[in-house]
């Protein structure tokens, strides 16, 4: 496994297990992420070539939601390649002495950046010209794991695996474990550790892969597609999925992941651009992080509910896409819902993805409202003509109307399995 590239990792095959089926009737699936009047609509930051770049703060109203929640009190495990604790952005924010002693070895010693870009997209100060995070009082407890890209034997044998990871970040007191790798290999020590994770009632995260032009639609990546863990894809500034963002039923979510800045090396002297379900599942580890600091008595399964019911959709909360999953994350609908009801807590709301129930939404889904057909985009029409089911006019919700997302080609309807541990 490696850490912002999905590539095949060793141990058992995923096709060797019992799957869990879900039926889909989306195509091409793309939104906006700016909440106008309770909506979305594009906006970007001015271009700054000496800045990092985070459209997506000024897309998902960051500023606005800070007023409501900074994340302060919510502490995020970051299973990766270490984190760095001396950048500007990370000074004070990443509590070492909070690693298990167990998984003490290199926690605060990066060996890619990727850790520690991770870190800061989702708990950054920005100081220092470094990467605002999304949920800047929230604190990070770093640990380090062997992802593939540790060269060096000694090290490797000394750093832990992603099991261990996932159960110290389990026994931690982390409330959101983000799990920013994966691979198409299934080991059943890290599904016992998702269990293990799991029962300790923390929310999982993970990266759906960077490999769908690669592996193709439908491929299982792990640990995204073990049952609990929320798969996160990656979309841009248009909410356009990236084509690279693994499609299939692993996807439960999608976050901006296109065109965000990374530490470029472990020199951490600056950054580069770069894109990935890696970004997108820190960002959407973060987006849980604010939601659970404005709502500390919530359990796991409301934190992520919400988050699921405000998704930003123009399907039915009942068929999830394959592409953005139940659609874009939207914390800022959460948080200007002073009585949203999270619904009961120990009800898990991906119940049927993962085997257990029927999975029905607890609170409203968001409206939506139709707006004038047009052309699908460059981008948009790679789903047309997949699959069965009548065929359709392409349109848009959105704009300044209650929707988000643009259906591209004619609709389809197929069976998705995921991996049941």
């Given at each position: 496994?490696?850490?912002?590239?999905?590539?095949?990792?060793?141990?058992?095959?995923?096709?060797?297990?019992?799957?869990?089926?879900?039926?889909?009737?989306?195509?091409?699936?793309?939104?906006?992420?700016?909440?106008?009047?309770?909506?979305?609509?594009?906006?970007?930051f001015?271009?700054?070539p000496?800045?990092?770049?985070?459209?997506?703060?000024?897309?998902?109203?960051?500023?606005?939601?800070?007023?409501a929640?900074?994340?302060?009190?919510?502490?995020?495990?970051?299973?990766d390649?270490?984190?760095?604790?001396?950048?500007?952005?990370?000074?004070?924010?990443?509590?070492?002495?909070?690693?298990?002693?167990?998984?003490?070895?290199?926690?605060?010693?990066?060996?890619?950046g990727?850790?520690?870009?991770?870190?800061e997209?989702?708990?950054?100060?920005?100081?220092?010209?470094?990467?605002?995070?999304?949920?800047?009082?929230?604190?990070?407890?770093?640990?380090?794991?062997?992802?593939?890209?540790?060269?060096?034997p000694s090290?490797?044998?000394?750093?832990?695996?992603?099991?261990?990871?996932?159960?110290?970040?389990?026994?931690?007191?982390?409330?959101?474990?983000?799990?920013?790798?994966?691979?198409?290999?299934?080991?059943?020590?890290?599904?016992?550790?998702?269990?293990?994770?799991?029962?300790?009632?923390?929310?999982?995260?993970?990266?759906t892969?960077?490999?769908?032009e690669?592996?193709?639609?439908?491929?299982?990546?792990?640990?995204?597609?073990?049952?609990?863990?929320?798969?996160?894809?990656?979309?841009?500034q248009?909410?356009?999925?990236?084509?690279?963002?693994?499609?299939?039923?692993?996807?439960?979510?999608?976050?901006?992941?296109?065109?965000?800045?990374?530490?470029?090396?472990?020199?951490?002297?600056?950054?580069?651009?770069?894109q990935?379900?890696?970004?997108?599942?820190?960002?959407?580890?973060?987006?849980?992080?604010?939601?659970?600091?404005?709502?500390?008595?919530?359990?796991?399964?409301?934190?992520?509910r919400?988050?699921?019911?405000?998704?930003?959709?123009?399907?039915?909360?009942?068929?999830?896409?394959?592409?953005?999953?139940?659609?874009?994350?939207?914390?800022?609908?959460?948080?200007?819902?002073?009585?949203?009801?999270?619904?009961?807590?120990?009800?898990?709301?991906?119940?049927?993805?993962n085997?257990?129930?029927?999975?029905?939404?607890?609170?409203?889904?968001?409206p939506?409202?139709?707006?004038?057909?047009?052309?699908?985009?460059?981008?948009?029409?790679?789903?047309?003509?997949?699959?069965?089911?009548?065929?359709?006019?392409?349109?848009l919700?959105?704009?300044?109307?209650?929707?988000?997302?643009?259906?591209?080609?004619?609709?389809?309807?197929?069976?998705?399995?995921?991996?049941?541990?």
């Amino acid at each position: 496994m490696r850490p912002g590239i999905s590539r095949p990792g060793k141990g058992n095959s995923a096709t060797g297990a019992a799957g869990r089926r879900r039926v889909v009737a989306t195509c091409a699936v793309f939104g906006a992420w700016v909440v106008v009047g309770g909506v979305l609509a594009p906006q970007t930051f001015a271009d700054d070539p000496a800045a990092p770049d985070q459209w997506y703060l000024a897309a998902m109203h960051a500023p606005e939601m800070w007023r409501a929640s900074t994340g302060r009190g919510v502490k995020v495990a970051v299973v990766d390649t270490g984190v760095n604790p001396d950048t500007p952005s990370l000074k004070g924010q990443v509590l070492a002495d909070e690693v298990p002693k167990s998984a003490a070895y290199g926690a605060t010693e990066d060996y890619q950046g990727h850790g520690t870009t991770m870190a800061e997209l989702i708990a950054g100060t920005g100081k220092g010209d470094g990467l605002q995070g999304l949920a800047p009082d929230a604190k990070i407890i770093p640990l380090r794991v062997s992802l593939g890209t540790l060269k060096d034997p000694s090290e490797q044998k000394l750093t832990q695996s992603s099991a261990a990871g996932i159960r110290a970040a389990a026994d931690s007191d982390a409330k959101i474990i983000n799990l920013s790798y994966g691979g198409l290999g299934s080991r059943p020590e890290d599904a016992e550790a998702v269990k293990y994770a799991l029962s300790k009632g923390k929310l999982l995260f993970a990266a759906t892969g960077n490999d769908e032009e690669i592996n193709g639609d439908g491929a299982m990546e792990f640990p995204a597609s073990y049952p609990g863990v929320v798969g996160v894809g990656a979309a841009d500034q248009k909410g356009t999925v990236g084509h690279f963002s693994q499609s299939g039923d692993s996807v439960d979510l999608a976050s901006p992941g296109l065109h965000v800045a990374k530490w470029c090396d472990t020199t951490f002297k600056k950054y580069c651009p770069s894109q990935g379900t890696s970004q997108a599942s820190a960002i959407a580890s973060a987006s849980a992080a604010l939601i659970w600091s404005a709502h500390p008595t919530w359990t796991a399964n409301q934190v992520l509910r919400t988050m699921i019911d405000t998704a930003g959709r123009s399907w039915d909360r009942s068929t999830p896409s394959k592409y953005l999953g139940y659609g874009l994350i939207r914390p800022r609908l959460v948080l200007e819902q002073a009585r949203i009801d999270p619904g009961p807590a120990g009800a898990d709301p991906l119940a049927r993805e993962n085997g257990t129930g029927g999975g029905a939404p607890a609170t409203p889904a968001v409206p939506s409202s139709s707006a004038p057909p047009r052309t699908p985009g460059k981008g948009e029409a790679r789903a047309a003509g997949e699959g069965g089911g009548d065929s359709g006019t392409p349109w848009l919700i959105g704009g300044v109307a209650a929707g988000v997302l643009v259906i591209g080609g004619g609709v389809f309807a197929a069976l998705r399995t995921r991996r049941r541990a």
